[in-house]
Structure formats: structure tokens, C-alpha cells
């Protein structure tokens, strides 16, 4: 085989690594941006769960207010009947409890 003949495989590797002149640099260039990149992406991945523990603590907060604020309506509806009726009714941290 004459010099430069079947050396395709030996081209396409001195292309995919910038050539033998400064292979190495382009090599290590692209590493450290891979590293880089991944770095980055890990940080994304950290802010992406603290995301979604904020929204989970978020969607519980807001359950219970909703909770709170119908038991609360509830409580003013019961309220307003039994003061109609000429009653009082006592609240209490356990709920309601009717009095005279």
C-alpha cells in the first residue's frame, strides 16, 4: 500500500480529534466542557427538586387553609342559624358546642 492510500480510519480519527497538532487541548477543551455541562445540569437538578418540594409544601398549605376556611364558614352558617333561633353557641378548639 503507497503512502496516503487506506488511511481513511486514521483521518477520520485525527478530524474527530482536531488533528495530532493540539488533539490533546482539543480533547481536554471538550472534556472540560462536558464537565462543565454537567456540573450545570446537576445544579438545574437541584433547583428542579427544591421546586418541587416548595410546590408540594405549597398544594398542603393550601389544602389545609381550604379546610380551615370551610370549617369556618360552617362554623358562621351554624352560628347565625342558632343565634335566629335565640341560642349561643360556643367554639372551642374542638369545634362547635351549643349553650344556652
Known amino acids: 500500500m503507497r503512502q496516503g492510500e487506506g488511511g481513511g480510519a486514521s483521518r477520520g480519527y485525527r478530524n474527530a480529534v ?3 497538532r493540539g488533539g490533546a487541548e482539543a480533547y481536554e477543551g471538550r472534556l472540560s466542557a462536558m464537565n462543565e455541562t454537567a456540573e450545570e445540569l446537576e ?10 418540594d416548595r410546590l408540594a409544601n405549597y398544594a398542603l398549605a ?3 387553609a381550604e ?4 370549617e369556618c364558614e ?3 352558617l351554624k352560628s347565625e342559624k342558632e343565634r335566629r333561633r335565640g341560642r349561643r353557641v360556643q367554639v372551642s378548639g374542638g369545634g362547635a358546642r ?3
Open 18 to 20: 482536531g488533528g495530532f
Open 43 to 52: 445544579l438545574i437538578g437541584m433547583y428542579v427538586d427544591q421546586l418541587e
Open 62 to 64: 393550601r389544602k389545609e
Open 67 to 70: 379546610a380551615s376556611k370551610f
Open 74 to 76: 360552617r362554623l358562621a
Open 98 to 100: 351549643e349553650g344556652t
